[in-house]
């Protein structure tokens, strides 16, 4: 029994260091207890600067306020600021430009609903000063319009003197210049505001002056010469639809007919049916030898396919060269309405 109760040195400092250890767990939460309420934390540097920052951003916000001018204005030449002036949200101006950005227009007042951002309170508040195809005003205090001699001018046809004269910056009057030298035309009066850093409140002091004589009717183009800027003159001819015009084009060879000009990929047919009349006609540009065409470039045309062009080869090696057209219809290698329209771009010489 007594050697049961006998503890070697090792283990009686064992036991005295797990005793004290176990001491100062008990007595650790009275000694933080203690502590914490000597040295309270100090939160009021934090408490400034929260303040301070707050401070700031009201200010920010303050200077930031538009007083609300109730004035008339034409919804597709707007600036932002004119805009944030009638009472609208940063938000709803920026969704109105955005709208107009990518080729939206407002054609009445009503159209205005169409921006779903706006709010019909603020529809029912505005909708009574909206102006459209007329000239716009500024009611700005900010920008009180000069009075200036003004005289009635074409964009068309206007010199850069004359146009410095009616306050178009030097800049922009040279922009405008080489926009025309490059077959740029202006057809409405707002085309204007396309030319780079032309000022609007200017634009607006010019409308009633601006003079442009009506030539999209006259205007007419043919099909197999015209360049693609020379394309996009034509009412309802984007940059888009007349670069697939040119490039279609350029791989046939030129059009056979004004009617295939509407078989250009993306070009709706109520448009085309709409141009015909601006449009006229020339004789194909580039046709195939047909004697002496390889596979690839027989194929490379877009009326012929991989198999066509191989039916072609074949015929003419068991049947000697083409002839005429009929010799072609022999191959059997299109009906009788693909081969119609491929005819005008066959030449027939004999090697």
Not at 52 to 62: F, G, L, R, T
Not at 121 to 142: L, W
Not at 191 to 215: S, W
Not at 254 to 280: A, H, M, R
Request: charged share 25%; hydrophobic share 35%; aromatic share 12%.
């Amino acid at each position: 029994m007594k050697d049961l109760l006998h503890f070697t040195r090792r283990e009686r400092r064992g036991i005295a260091v797990l005793l004290l250890f176990c001491l100062g767990l008990l007595l650790a939460p009275q000694f933080y207890a203690f502590a914490d309420k000597q040295n309270p934390t100090d939160f009021h540097l934090l408490q400034q600067a929260v303040a301070k920052w707050q401070a700031v951003q009201d200010s920010i916000k303050e200077a930031e306020k538009i007083d609300t001018i109730l004035q008339t204005f034409n919804p597709n030449i707007a600036d932002s600021l004119t805009l944030r002036q009638l009472g609208l949200s940063e938000h709803t101006v920026s969704t109105m430009l955005k709208f107009r950005a990518k080729g939206g227009r407002f054609l009445q007042a009503e159209d205005l609903q169409k921006i779903y951002s706006l709010s019909k309170q603020d529809y029912e508040r505005i909708k009574d000063y909206v102006i459209i195809n007329a000239a716009p005003t500024y009611a700005s205090r900010r920008y009180p319009s000069a009075k200036k001699k003004r005289f009635k001018f074409d964009p068309n046809q206007a010199t850069e003197e004359q146009l410095i004269a009616l306050g178009v910056p030097k800049y922009c009057a040279k922009t405008l210049i080489k926009f025309r030298e490059k077959g740029g035309q202006f057809y409405q009066k707002q085309d204007l505001l396309k030319v780079y850093g032309f000022p609007e409140k200017l634009y607006q002091e010019l409308y009633d002056y601006i003079q442009l004589p009506n030539k999209r009717a006259a205007l007419k183009i043919d099909i197999n010469k015209a360049s693609q800027e020379e394309w996009q003159q034509i009412r309802g001819i984007g940059p888009a639809i007349s670069g697939r015009i040119v490039k279609f084009r350029d791989k046939l060879g030129g059009f056979s007919s004004i009617e295939q000009v509407g078989q250009t990929y993306g070009l709706p047919d109520s448009t085309f049916q709409k141009i015909q009349g601006q449009l006229s006609f020339s004789p194909v540009f580039r046709k195939i030898q047909i004697n002496k065409a390889s596979k690839d470039i027989l194929q490379s045309h877009p009326l012929i396919n991989w198999k066509q062009a191989q039916m072609l080869i074949n015929y003419r090696i068991h049947h000697g060269p083409y002839q005429n057209g009929e010799e072609v219809a022999e191959s059997l290698a299109f009906k009788p309405e693909e081969l119609e329209a491929l005819l005008p771009y066959l030449q027939f010489d004999i090697p």
